[in-house]
């Protein structure tokens, strides 16, 4: 590895242990990750996509506590979370959940393990210099073909760390624009579906304590397929509702 790449590496290092202390310190607080009617909407909608293509498990980048993958397993899927907080996992686990520490940019999965992918807020949190990095472990642990449903908060293509953390270490966030985000995936697929909405305003908007503007983006890779949809294959679901979808 050059110096440069070095670097980077050792900034991304950082930033995931300054996270797995803040996530470690939250894990015991109940309702830790807050669900909007729009955001739960997505989650719906994904569980009928991957009923609709016959997929029947998935893998959370970002799992936290738990609180998407129980939604996940009461829907029929089978569910494996990975995070970087030990405590989270530690909480996940006593939900009954298939979770475990690890990192988004070595994950400890073979090749094509999972139908398909499911990641909040949590990619916001690596750096611009590793993100292809960690995009494309997840398109290697996918399956070919498989739909990334991947959350995000927008922002002016900056990276800071959140005012609104009291306490040190304070979390990174890197908080990029639309058209930078679908520049990103789309280097790793087809993004097949994106939309945007507010989540509130001034401190209900989001993180940042009311000092960022920002909406929500919500989008769909598809990862590339080895070959043609096989003849009565369900074809490929669109939203029908949301500002900005496509």
């Given at each position: ?7 980077f590496?050792?900034?991304?290092d ?29 989650r ?5 996509l ?11 980048l970002?799992?936290g ?7 996940f ?34 994950l ?5 393990t ?6 909040m807020?949590t990619?916001?949190h ?7 990095d ?12 498989a ?17 609104e ?9 890197s908080?990029?624009?639309?058209d ?9 697929g ?9 989540e ?16 929500y983006?919500?989008?769909v890779l ?10 009565g ?5 669109k939203?029908?509702?949301?500002g900005?979808g496509?």
């Amino acid at each position: 590895m050059d110096g440069t790449r070095r670097a980077f590496s050792d900034e991304a290092d950082n930033h995931e242990a300054n996270l797995a202390v803040y996530y470690d310190r939250q894990a015991g607080i109940q309702n830790t990750r807050a669900m909007t009617p729009p955001r739960t909407e997505c989650r719906d909608w994904f569980i009928r996509l991957l009923k609709d293509e016959h997929r029947h498990s998935l893998f959370e980048l970002g799992c936290g506590t738990g609180v998407e993958g129980l939604e996940f397993v009461r829907a029929g899927l089978h569910y494996t979370g990975v995070d970087l907080s030990e405590e989270s996992i530690h909480v996940a686990r006593a939900k009954g959940l298939d979770a475990s520490v690890a990192s988004g940019r070595s994950l400890p999965f073979a090749d094509a393990t999972f139908p398909a992918v499911w990641t909040m807020s949590t990619l916001l949190h690596v750096p611009n210099a590793v993100i292809h990095d960690v995009v494309r472990e997840l398109v290697r642990v996918a399956a070919p073909g498989a739909p990334i449903a991947v959350g995000l908060w927008s922002g002016n293509d900056e990276e800071v760390l959140n005012p609104e953390d009291e306490d040190e270490p304070r979390r990174f966030f890197s908080r990029r624009s639309d058209d930078v985000v679908r520049r990103i995936f789309g280097a790793h697929g087809t993004v097949e579906h994106f939309e945007t909405w507010p989540e509130g305003t001034g401190s209900e908007s989001g993180p940042g304590a009311g000092n960022w503007t920002q909406h929500y983006q919500f989008l769909v890779l598809r990862t590339p397929s080895l070959g043609p949809t096989p003849p009565g294959f369900p074809g490929r679901a669109k939203r029908g509702w949301g500002g900005g979808g496509d």
